[in-house]
């Protein structure tokens, strides 16, 4: 199924920050900048990279992410590193297995969701407990 990059958009927007742990409680995202969410400030690349990967294996999508999205962040180190990952503090690494969901399900792909389960930690920093949905 076709969806524009808007309706993807509005669609993780809807899964993602309604768990969201910098949600505050007027339902607003409670970042100082709410314009700084690594996940919707690289949007479109993050799209795409979903969208490229073929998939059942979170682990191939954590691979797209890294190279499809992180190479363009300003908060990646030179050496592939990142301190907003290690500290939980990135929305899009945080909440990766809820994205990759949203993304799949809007466009007509249900990925096998014990497959997911059984590699929930792979690749990822600890997430909060909200994250996990699966
Ligand atoms: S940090 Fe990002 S994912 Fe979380 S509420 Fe704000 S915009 Fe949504
Ligand atoms: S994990 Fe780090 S480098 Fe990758 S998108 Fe998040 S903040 Fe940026």
Redesign the pocket.
């Known amino acids: 199924m076709e969806r524009s990059l808007a309706e993807l958009e509005s669609i993780v927007?809807s899964w993602?920050?309604h768990v969201?742990v910098?949600?505050n409680a007027a339902g607003d995202?409670g970042?100082e900048q709410?314009s700084d969410?690594s996940?919707?400030q690289l949007f479109p690349h993050v799209a795409e990279a979903i969208q490229s990967v073929k998939s059942d294996d979170i682990q191939d999508y954590i691979e797209a992410i890294r190279r499809d999205v992180c190479t363009f962040c300003v908060d990646r180190a030179f050496d592939g590193s990142c301190q907003k990952r290690q500290q939980v503090r990135c929305?899009l690494d945080a909440y990766m297995l809820l994205v990759v969901d949203a993304i799949e399900e809007a466009t007509g792909k249900t990925l096998e969701r014990r497959r997911l389960g059984s590699e929930r930690n792979a690749g990822s920093q600890e997430r909060p407990e909200s994250a996990v949905i699966l």
């Open positions: 927007r993602v920050c969201c910098e949600r995202c970042l709410p969410c996940l919707f929305a």
